[in-house]
C-alpha cells in the first residue's frame, strides 16, 4: 500500500519576486521539513510543468531539480497539460508499486504571471485541438461551448455558475495559501464582465504561481516514523478524444467518468462513501460537471441543486466540494494543480486543514482534469 | 531658499469619453471607470505634440515674471513622447523662448518622472549658482495600443516650472527620491506603443517605490502626513492615488484637490504636477504641500513644498480653462493619435 505522508505547498498567486525554480525548491524544502527527512532518504522525484518549455524555453527540468536539491536520482518531468500533477503523483504511485519500500516526492510547479495574458493563454492553448485552435477557440471558448449547451439542455441559468464560485471563494477566504482570499457575492458574479458567453470573470481560474509537493513512500518504518499519513485507495487515469467536436456528448467529460469508475471499482467504495473532494473547477461549468460525471449527482442535477450550496463548508452537507478554495480561488497554477488538490485531501483527512477541517473525515477525492476533458485523473485517499 | 519661481500648464481642448473607448471594444463602461476611477481623458489635436504642448505650458510660466535673456542657464524638457529621439526638444524651446545661448539644455527620461528628476537637478543648480533660474518642462501626448488597457487613460497635457531663488511662490523645503530596476512599463527603439507589465505595475512597481521615497522624506523632516494641506500622488489612474495616500495615512480632503485624472486622464510626466497646478489654484500661503511622482523602470521623487505670499501673483485660473472642451469620437481619436 502506497502511502502519502507530507505535503506543502507555496502560496498561490502572482509571485513576482519568485522564478520556477525558487518555487519548486521552497516546496521540496518545505516538504522535507514537514515530513523530517533528509534528501537522502528520497529514492525519485516526479516533477509535474506544462508550459516552462512555452513560456521560459526551459525544458530538461529534471536536471535541474537535481541541481537545485543536490541529488542524482531519477527525476521525471511529467506533462498532461492542466491534469500534469495527477498524471505525476499517478505515475509516482505506480513506481512505488513497482518498486516496493521506495520514497518520493511528487511536485507540481507553474510560473505563469512573469508573462502577458496573450502570451500565457496561447501557451495553454497548446493543449487544446489543433483544428480547434485555428478556429479562434481558447479554453474559455470550448468550456463556453460547453456551458451553453449544458444551461439549455437542462434549464438552468447563469445564476448555477456563479453558486459554484460563490462557495469557492468562501473557501478560499479560510486558505491562507489562496490566491484569493475575498469573499464574493453573487450579484457581483453575474455583474462580471463576459469573457466567453456564458462564462464571465468571476466563472473563471485566474492565472497564478506556484508550487505544491506531496511525499509517498510504501517503506514501513518511513510510514511509521510519521504521525499522520493517508492510504492512497486508488489512482486511475482515462483520456478522450482532445477535440470537442470528436465527442458524442456535451453535457459531460466522458474521461472524468471512466476514470471515476475505475478509480471506485479498485478503492471499493461507494460515492456516498466520499465525505471531502477537490473537483477541477477551471471554470465554473466544470465543477457541476464534474459532480455528475463523477456520479456524485445525477445528469442534469447540478443546476438545481448547486443553489443549495449543500457541498459548501459549515452548511453540514455529506460531500463538502473544494475546500481549498477549488482552482478559481486557491488559484491554478497549472503543474502544481493537481498535487494541491491531492494535498487539500490529505490535509482534510489527517486534521490538518485548521479552520476549514471539516469534522470526521474518512474518505477523499480529488479529480484532475487536462485540457477540456482531453486526460482526467481520479484520485481517492483513506484513512 | 530655492523653489518655484511661476508655472504654467497646457490641457488640449479635445476629450474622449472612456464609455466612447469601451463601446468601441464592447466593454460596460461602468467596469472600466469602477476599475480605472476615469470618466474622460484630454487628447491633443493632430497637429500638435509634446514640444507645441511644452511651448505652450512654458509660455504661460514666464508670461507672469520679468527675466533678463541670460537669467535662464538651464532647461530641461521631460518626456515619455519627445519628437525626436536624437535631437533635443529643450534647445527648440529655449530658441523659441529667446533665451540667450549659454544654458545648459537637457532632454530627461524616465517615464512619467522624467521632469520631477529634473527638478531635484534644477533645484540643485539654482542652490549651486549655476544658474538664477531654470526651467524644467513635462509634456506628453501619450499613446496607447489600441484595445489595450492604457488606451483608457494614456492622455496629452504639459507643465512647466520655473525654478529660482528670489520671489518663490512654492519654497521646495526637502527632496527625497528612491530607485530600482523594476521594468513594470516599458517602450523599445522603433516599438511605436509601451509595453507594461499589468498588475506588475501596482505593487511592487507603484506602491512600493511610492511608499519608500514618501516614508522616507516624511521621517528625515520630522513630519506626518496630518502637517499637510495637500498630498499629491503620481496619478496613472483614479484608483492608484487614492490607495497610496491611503496607505501613507492622508485623508481623501487632502487629495482631493489634486485628482485631475478623472476628467483629464494620465499626461504621464505632466500627470503629477497637473494635480499641483490644480491644487496651486486653491492654496494658501504657509500651506503645505506633500508631493510625490512616479516612473515606470521604475523610481519616485518627494517632494515638500510650502506655499508663499508669492501664490497670490502667480496662481493660475485652472478649473475654469480646462472646461473648454470639445469631446470627440474614436474615429477622431485615432486620428489625432496618428494611429491610422
Keep these: 500500500m502506497v502511502s502519502i505522508i507530507g505535503y506543502y505547498t507555496t502560496q498561490f498567486g502572482e509571485l513576482w ?57 531519477p527525476v521525471f518531468r511529467v506533462e498532461a497539460a492542466c491534469a500534469s500533477g495527477g498524471v505525476a ?37 497548446s493543449a487544446a485541438s489543433g483544428e480547434e485552435q485555428e478556429a479562434g477557440l481558447t479554453f474559455p471558448g470550448l468550456y463556453a461551448l460547453i456551458a451553453n449547451y449544458y444551461l439549455s ?69 518511513t510510514i511509521k516514523k510519521i504521525k499522520k499519513s493517508v492510504a492512497v485507495l486508488s489512482s486511475e487515469v482515462s483520456t478522450d478524444t482532445i477535440s470537442l467536436n470528436k465527442r458524442k456528448r456535451l453535457d459531460e467529460i466522458l474521461a472524468t467518468k471512466l476514470a471515476s469508475d475505475k478509480a471506485f471499482s479498485r478503492a471499493r467504495l461507494k460515492r456516498s462513501d466520499i465525505d471531502i473532494a477537490e473537483l477541477h473547477d477551471c471554470f465554473t461549468i466544470a465543477e457541476l460537471l464534474a459532480m455528475e460525471d463523477i456520479g456524485f449527482w445525477k445528469k442534469g442535477e447540478a443546476g438545481n441543486r448547486i443553489n443549495e450550496l449543500e457541498t459548501m463548508y459549515g452548511n453540514n452537507g455529506e460531500l463538502v466540494v473544494n475546500t481549498s478554495g477549488g482552482l478559481k480561488a486557491a488559484g491554478h497554477p497549472v503543474g502544481a494543480t493537481g498535487i494541491k488538490q491531492i494535498g487539500e485531501i490529505f490535509l482534510q483527512l489527517t486534521e490538518q486543514a485548521k479552520n476549514r477541517q471539516v469534522k470526521n473525515t474518512k474518505f477523499g477525492l480529488a479529480h484532475n482534469v487536462g485540457g477540456s476533458g482531453g486526460t482526467a485523473v481520479i484520485t481517492i485517499l483513506g484513512v | ?57 512654458v509660455s504661460m510660466a514666464l508670461s507672469s515674471v ?16 519627445p519628437p525626436y529621439v536624437v535631437n533635443p526638444a529643450s534647445t527648440i524651446l529655449a530658441e523659441f523662448l529667446g533665451i540667450d545661448h549659454h544654458y545648459l539644455a537637457s532632454d530627461t527620461q524616465f517615464a512619467c518622472k522624467a ?37 483608457y487613460t494614456a492622455s496629452s497635457g504639459s507643465v512647466s516650472l520655473l525654478l529660482g531663488n528670489k520671489n518663490i511662490m512654492l519654497e521646495i523645503v526637502a527632496m527625497s527620491s528612491f530607485s530600482s530596476d523594476t521594468p513594470d512599463f516599458w517602450r523599445r527603439e522603433g516599438i511605436r506603443y509601451p509595453s507594461h507589465g499589468g498588475r506588475f505595475t501596482g505593487k511592487p ?25 495637500y498630498g499629491i500622488f503620481h496619478m496613472p489612474n483614479g484608483r492608484f492615488p487614492r490607495e497610496i495616500s491611503t496607505t501613507l495615512g492622508f485623508t481623501k480632503k487632502q487629495i482631493e484637490p489634486s485628482l485631475v485624472v478623472r476628467s483629464l486622464g494620465n499626461s ?72 491610422l
Excluded: C
Excluded at chain 1, 499517478?90 to 513506481?95: E, I, P, S, T, V
Excluded at chain 1, 519500500?101 to 492553448?125: F, N, Q, R, Y
Excluded at chain 1, 489562496?178 to 458567453?197: C, D, G, N, V
Design chain 1, 153 to 221: 439542455k437542462y434549464h438552468n441559468k447563469e445564476e448555477a455558475m456563479a453558486y459554484v464560485s460563490y462557495k469557492n471563494h468562501f473557501h478560499g477566504s479560510l486558505n491562507d495559501k489562496a490566491q484569493f482570499k475575498r469573499k464574493i457575492s453573487i450579484e457581483q458574479i453575474l455583474q462580471s464582465p463576459y469573457i466567453a458567453y456564458p462564462i464571465k470573470v468571476l466563472d473563471s481560474s485566474p492565472i497564478s504561481d506556484g508550487a505544491s509537493a506531496l511525499v509517498l513512500s510504501s517503506n514501513p518504518s
Design chain 2, 268 to 339: 504621464y510626466t505632466a500627470s503629477a504636477l497637473m494635480g499641483l497646478v490644480s491644487v496651486l489654484e486653491v492654496a494658501k500661503p504657509n500651506d503645505l504641500i506633500f508631493f510625490a511622482s512616479y516612473g515606470s523602470g521604475a523610481g519616485s521623487d518627494a517632494f515638500i513644498f510650502k506655499v508663499t505670499q508669492n501664490i497670490k501673483d502667480k496662481r493660475q485660473e485652472f478649473r475654469k480653462k480646462i472646461e473648454n472642451k470639445t469631446y470627440i469620437d474614436y474615429q477622431n481619436y485615432l486620428k489625432f493619435m496618428r494611429n
Design chain 1, 17 to 73: 519576486e519568485k522564478s520556477l525554480s525558487d518555487l519548486i525548491e521552497e516546496s521540496i524544502t518545505g516538504v522535507l521539513r514537514n515530513t523530517r527527512l533528509e534528501v537522502g532518504q528520497i529514492d525519485a522525484i516526479f516533477f509535474a510543468n506544462m508550459l516552462a518549455g512555452v513560456l521560459e524555453n526551459n525544458l530538461h527540468t529534471p536536471s535541474k531539480i537535481a541541481e537545485i536539491v543536490g541529488v542524482n536520482i
Design chain 2, 115 to 151: 521632469a520631477t528628476g529634473a527638478i531635484i537637478t534644477a533645484a540643485s543648480l539654482v542652490s549651486s549658482q549655476f544658474t538664477s533660474n531654470a526651467l524644467v518642462i513635462a509634456s506628453d501626448k501619450a499613446n496607447a495600443k489600441p484595445h489595450d488597457p492604457l488606451e
Design chain 1, 89 to 125: 503523483f499517478h505515475l509516482g504511485k505506480n513506481y512505488i508499486e513497482a518498486n516496493s519500500g521506495k520514497t518520493i516526492l511528487v511536485v507540481g510547479a507553474e510560473k505563469m504571471t512573469d508573462h502577458s495574458p496573450e502570451e500565457t493563454t496561447s501557451a495553454l492553448s
Design chain 2, 1 to 57: 531658499m530655492v523653489g518655484i519661481v511661476s508655472y504654467g500648464f497646457y490641457v488640449p481642448q479635445y476629450r474622449i469619453k472612456v464609455e466612447e473607448i469601451a463601446g468601441v471594444w464592447g466593454k460596460e463602461p461602468i467596469h472600466v471607470l469602477s476599475s480605472l476611477g476615469i470618466e474622460e481623458k484630454a487628447v491633443a489635436a493632430i497637429d500638435e505634440d509634446s514640444l507645441t504642448m511644452a511651448f505652450e505650458s
Design chain 2, 66 to 81: 520679468k527675466l533678463k535673456k541670460d537669467d535662464i542657464r538651464a532647461i530641461f524638457f521631460g518626456s515619455e513622447t
Design chain 2, 205 to 229: 512597481s507603484y506602491f512600493y517605490h511610492i511608499q519608500n521615497s514618501a516614508s522616507d522624506l516624511l521621517k528625515k523632516q520630522h513630519l506626518k502626513p496630518s502637517d499637510f494641506a
